[in-house]
């Protein structure tokens, strides 16, 4: 089955640097790589999402990459500010028009601390 | 729109024990998947529920288990609860048969188990 790595666990810069958090991801056939954000106590909420026919996606201070071949997608939050410090989950997941199977693969976390 | 939501939000039961959990999707979505969150093993796929049946399932024991109603409601339960299943758990909805591939999640039901 999906297998999906992430790294690093914990990351911290200071405001206003960039911050990277990469992950892989063991199925070819999986097509559809969303972000989450978890803040303490709260829900997890999509930040971006990537589909497979994509190689490259940005909402503002927030981007993802995906290379196919390597089997690695990362996302890149530029400008960072403190309220950005939350924990960040990567997934993958195999997704038709109607349909999915096994539903969405998690990785591990990624801690981001953004001091002012 | 009204966001997923859960009932209820905290529970501590015995060892032993059952729970039922209650998830409401957003208006409109019909798929509703569960996950287990834990500090060790992160967020687990339990199952996922469109029209009424369950159609994927992942790799946890036969005391979890979960229904769907018409409405799209989705209840999860878990019988002969351990210490280990002490967790989070989140539900999440979809509109997959809109090509709509984003699954967005409720604020989860804590579950302590004493």
């Known amino acids: 089955g999906e297998n999906v790595e992430q790294h690093p666990s914990t990351l911290s810069v200071q405001e206003g640097d960039s911050a990277v958090i990469k992950c892989t991801y063991s199925?070819?056939?999986?097509?559809?790589f969303p972000w989450y954000k978890q803040e303490l106590g709260k829900r997890p909420q999509l930040i971006i999402d990537?589909?497979?026919?994509?190689g490259e996606k940005k909402d503002q201070r927030i981007a993802v990459t995906l290379n196919k071949t390597a089997k690695h997608f990362s996302l890149h939050i530029t400008e960072t500010q403190p309220e950005d410090s939350a924990v960040y989950f990567c997934?993958?997941?195999?997704?038709?028009?109607?349909?999915?199977?096994?539903?969405?693969?998690f990785g591990k976390g990624t801690k981001l601390s953004v001091k002012p | 729109k009204a966001g997923v939501t859960q009932t209820p939000r905290y529970l501590i039961k015995t060892r032993g024990q059952q729970v039922t959990l209650s998830c409401s999707p957003i208006?409109?979505?019909?798929?509703v998947s569960w996950y287990q969150q834990t500090p060790g093993q992160g967020l687990q796929f339990l199952f996922e529920?469109?029209?009424?049946?369950?159609?994927n399932k992942g790799n946890f024991p036969g005391r979890f288990s979960g229904r769907q109603f018409s409405n799209s409601r989705s209840e999860m339960n878990v019988s002969t609860l351990e210490l280990g299943d002490s967790a989070l758990y989140l539900c999440?909805?979809?509109?997959?048969?809109?090509?709509?591939?984003?699954?967005?999640f409720g604020p989860g039901t804590r579950l302590t188990v004493t």
């Open positions: 529920y469109f029209s009424e049946t369950q159609r």
């Open positions: 999440a909805s979809s509109l997959p048969d809109r090509g709509s591939y984003e699954q967005y």
């Open positions: 208006s409109g979505h019909r798929s």
């Open positions: 199925d070819s056939a999986s097509n559809y």
């Open positions: 990537i589909r497979s026919n994509v």
């Open positions: 997934a993958a997941s195999i997704r038709w028009d109607g349909g999915s199977q096994g539903n969405l693969i």
